[in-house]
C-alpha cells in the first residue's frame, strides 16, 4: 500500500499562524524520511479550516526543504485559475522539484469562494473541467491552440513543460455520483475525500470503474488516492477523544452545508448528529495496532491501496509514523 498526508494547515487562533506553518514543515520533513510516497497540499480560502490559498507557492517551498518525497495538489480549485498560468507553476514546480509533483484538480464548493472570485456556480463544473483540458494540452503541445466556451488559443508556446514526460501525474477530484462519472468517462484518475464514509467509498469506487468499463478505458492499475482522516492514541479513550475534537472542528468550519453553493451533501442528514458519523463513519481511529487492523480491513473490502491520511493531532502523526506506518510499506 502506498500511504500519503492529506497536509492541511488549519489555525484556531490562539497560535501565530506561523506556527501552524512551522509544525507542518517539520512534519513535512519527517514524510521525507520516512517512506510516505506524497505530501498532498490541501487548497483553501477565506477560511481558518486550512490556511494554504496558494498550493503553488507553498509547494515551491516544501520542494526546497525535501529531497525525496513527492508533492501533491489536493487540490488546485481549477475553476478559479487561468489555464495558462495555472499550467505554467505547476510546470515550473515540476522542474524544480527534480520532477516530483502530483496534480491533483477540483471545483471546489465553497459559497464564499466563487463570490469571492466572481465564478458563477452554474459555469463552475464547466470552467473546471475546461481549464484542466487545456492544462493537459499545454503540457503536450509545443504550441497550443484551443478554442473553448471560456478560453481560447492560437500557436501559444506555454513554457515551461514540465520535467515528467509527457506531464505529472494527473488526478481529478469526485465527490458526488455526477463528478465520478464525468471524470470516469475521459478516463481520468480520481482522488477520494475525506468526508465521505468508509461504505460510500467503496460504492464510489465501484461507480468508477463501471463507468470506466463501460466507456472503454481500462481499470487495472489505477491508483486512487483516498483520503482518510485519522485519529491514533496510546489508548482507544485518547483515539477517541482526538477524533471528536477533529470532527467538531470539521463540522463547525469546513463540512458544513450553510457553507455549500448548492443543495447540502448527501451525507447531511437534517436531525443526525453530523459528528457521530464523523466518528462512527469516517475517522479511523484508535490504537496504533486497531488503526493498522482497520486500514487492513479497508483494504480487503473497500479495495484501499491508497491511503492519503489527514492526522487529526500531532500526536496521531507521529503515533502512526513510528507504529502503523512500517507494517503498511
Not at 513543460?161 to 455520483?177: D, F, G, I
Not at 484501499?304 to 491520511?309: F, I, R, T
Request: hydrophobic share 40%.
Amino acid at each position: 500500500m502506498r500511504v500519503g498526508v492529506l497536509q492541511f494547515f488549519s489555525w484556531s487562533r490562539r497560535i501565530p499562524l506561523t506556527a501552524v506553518y512551522e509544525r507542518a514543515f517539520a512534519r513535512i520533513e519527517i514524510m521525507d524520511q520516512t517512506g510516505y510516497d506524497c505530501v498532498w497540499l490541501a487548497e483553501h480560502h477565506f477560511n481558518t479550516y486550512s490556511v494554504c490559498p496558494s498550493i503553488n507557492v507553498m509547494a515551491a517551498h516544501v520542494a526546497a526543504r525535501t529531497r525525496q518525497l513527492r508533492i501533491g495538489m489536493a487540490v488546485s480549485l481549477a475553476a478559479f485559475y487561468h489555464p495558462l498560468r495555472l499550467a505554467e507553476e505547476i510546470a515550473m514546480i515540476d522542474v524544480l522539484s527534480g520532477g516530483r509533483v502530483n496534480w491533483g484538480a477540483g471545483r471546489g464548493f465553497d459559497r464564499t469562494e466563487f463570490e469571492a472570485f466572481a465564478v458563477p456556480v452554474e459555469e463552475s463544473s464547466d470552467r473546471f473541467r475546461e481549464c484542466v483540458e487545456i492544462v493537459l494540452a499545454a503540457w503536450r503541445s509545443e504550441r497550443l491552440t484551443y478554442d473553448g466556451r471560456f478560453w481560447r488559443y492560437d500557436g501559444i508556446e506555454v513554457l515551461p513543460k514540465p520535467l515528467q514526460a509527457p506531464h505529472p501525474p494527473v488526478w481529478l477530484a469526485a465527490t458526488s455520483p455526477d463528478s465520478i462519472r464525468k471524470a470516469a468517462e475521459k478516463g481520468y484518475d480520481i482522488l477520494q475525500d475525506p468526508h465521505a464514509t468508509h461504505a460510500d467509498i467503496g460504492r464510489k469506487r465501484a461507480h468508477y470503474y463501471e463507468v470506466l468499463r463501460a466507456h472503454g478505458f481500462a481499470t487495472e492499475g489505477r491508483v486512487i488516492p483516498t483520503a482518510r482522516l485519522l485519529a491514533v492514541g496510546a489508548t482507544d479513550h485518547e483515539a477517541d477523544e482526538i477524533a471528536r475534537a477533529g470532527a467538531s472542528w470539521t463540522v463547525m468550519s469546513y463540512a458544513n452545508p450553510t457553507k455549500r453553493s448548492g443543495p447540502p451533501p448527501p451525507h447531511w442528514v437534517p436531525g443526525a448528529d453530523p459528528v457521530e458519523r464523523y466518528m462512527n463513519e469516517v475517522v479511523i481511529r484508535g490504537t496504533s495496532d486497531r488503526v493498522l487492523d482497520k486500514i487492513v480491513e479497508l483494504r480487503e473490502t473497500i479495495g484501499l491501496d491508497y491511503l492519503m491520511c489527514a492526522p487529526l493531532s500531532h500526536q496521531s502523526f507521529m503515533l502512526f509514523t513510528e507504529k502503523v506506518l512500517p507494517k503498511l510499506l
